[in-house]
């Protein structure tokens, strides 16, 4: 705000400096126009400056959002979402709801106990599974 104030300023020292009136009378709105500039700028920093707080705030809350996530990638083999660093497979139906559901080993794959979504471990088929090269009804390839 160096520039409005030295404005201001000078207005100032004009206006006491100036002795004829018709002069003084000319510069009184230069001096209010520069003073009111001086005031706009003053609430325009200083709701800048609330909305600067407001927008760290939230993107403190936010980062903190991120780092709580799990740092997981999608496996189209399972279905499922695995985060890396500690094997656990996040449930896929509830992270289209935005949330990160782990989801408890079962014993041929994986259960979600939020909304019951069964992921089954293709490495581990259940008794059910059929295997790629069975022959339905006689025999087994
Ligand atoms: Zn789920």
Redesign the pocket.
Known sequence: MGAIKDLVDLADKLNTSIMDRKTRELLLPLKEAATEAQREIFYAERKHAEEMDKLKAENTTLRAQIDQQPKAEFFPKTGTWIESSTGIHY?????Q?G?W?P?QTAKYGWS??????YAEDPANPGPTSLPPNYDRGTRIL
């Not at 449930?91 to 992270?95: A, K």
């Not at 979600?112 to 979504?117: A, L, M, T």
């Open positions: 449930c896929p139906r509830c992270r709801n949330k559901s989801m979600c106990p939020s909304c019951d979504k």
